[in-house]
């Protein structure tokens, strides 16, 4: 069956086999607003979601993963700069597990300044990243002098709220890989393509790798049900620019194998 849907006047957010969470505004410059569509009968029902709200940055069992502005004072909602800057300079970003079908907050993650930390050496801005288990990590930018840059690191929050910082300070991206959504490595990317370095979860380093000869692109996209790396190794000319893929061994791929088996699209 077919049901209408336009991407462009509504975001989806989460999705399960029954239901696209969707959002069609969010904070800080408009009141969130969502709604649910079930695919199975093409109707819609509101998304309750705090007005203050964000953004849903994942899933985590029968709750999302929600962000929403904490502030003294009632959020204008506005665009305007100076108003908005002012209330924001003073605001918290607050992390929850969400009610996916109420979408009411039922237990606060963590809670960051909006718009950054003094953290000795300038200031942290964090960024959601994922989970795994009971545990949810979030990237740090670090604003440095224009000598050092920006810098990265990644904190790990617990199921118990406490906090610890695995360690890492590097002037590039950090990314992770997921498998069914669950976040298995941390890596990062010199150039692309150029030299991956792939961190665990406690922030420690097993691997470099280095990519292929003759690729145009080389990172790891996510992990498959059977530990399979699916890769993209670039994009194909010939047919409109599409992104090529592969897979390999996870620990092959570790150990720097190029022994990769690109994929053969039909049709």
């Known amino acids: 069956h077919e049901i209408p849907f336009d991407p462009y006047a509504s975001t989806v957010v989460l999705y399960s ?43 985590a069992g029968d709750f999302a993963v929600t962000a929403r502005l904490i502030s003294d004072h009632p959020v204008p909602f506005t665009s305007d700069p100076e108003i908005s ?6 605001s918290m970003l607050e992390y929850d597990l969400t009610d996916v079908t109420t979408g009411k907050p039922a237990t606060k993650i963590a809670e960051f300044p909006y718009k950054g930390a003094d953290d000795g050496s300038g200031y942290v801005y964090y960024t959601y990243l994922g989970k795994s288990g009971d545990d949810f990590y979030f990237t740090g930018e670090h604003s440095r002098s224009e000598e050092e840059g920006i810098k990265m690191s990644v904190l790990r929050v617990g199921s118990d709220g ?10 590039v991206s950090l990314r992770e890989l997921r498998q069914n959504g669950e976040i298995q490595w941390l890596f990062a990317m010199s150039s692309n393509p150029g030299t991956l370095t792939v961190y665990d979860l406690q ?31 670039g994009y194909d000319l010939d047919h409109d620019n599409m ?10 791929f570790l150990n720097g194998s190029t022994e990769y088996t690109e994929m053969e699209f039909l049709g």
């Open 162 to 171: 406490t906090q610890e910082d695995l360690g890492l300070m590097i002037h």
């Open 85 to 90: 800057d002012a209330l924001l300079q003073n």
């Open 17 to 59: 086999d029954r239901y696209f969470y969707c959002m069609d505004g969010h904070a800080p410059y408009d009141t969130a607003s969502g709604f649910r569509l079930d695919l199975q009968t093409g109707e819609t029902a509101p998304w309750d979601l705090p007005a203050e709200t964000t953004g849903a940055q994942d899933a």
């Open 203 to 233: 922030g420690t380093q097993i691997a470099q790798v280095d990519p292929p000869a003759g690729v145009e692109s080389y990172y790891p996209i996510s992990m498959l049900d059977d530990g399979r790396i699916l890769l993209n190794i």
């Open 243 to 252: 992104t090529r893929y592969a897979t390999i061994d996870a620990d092959a």
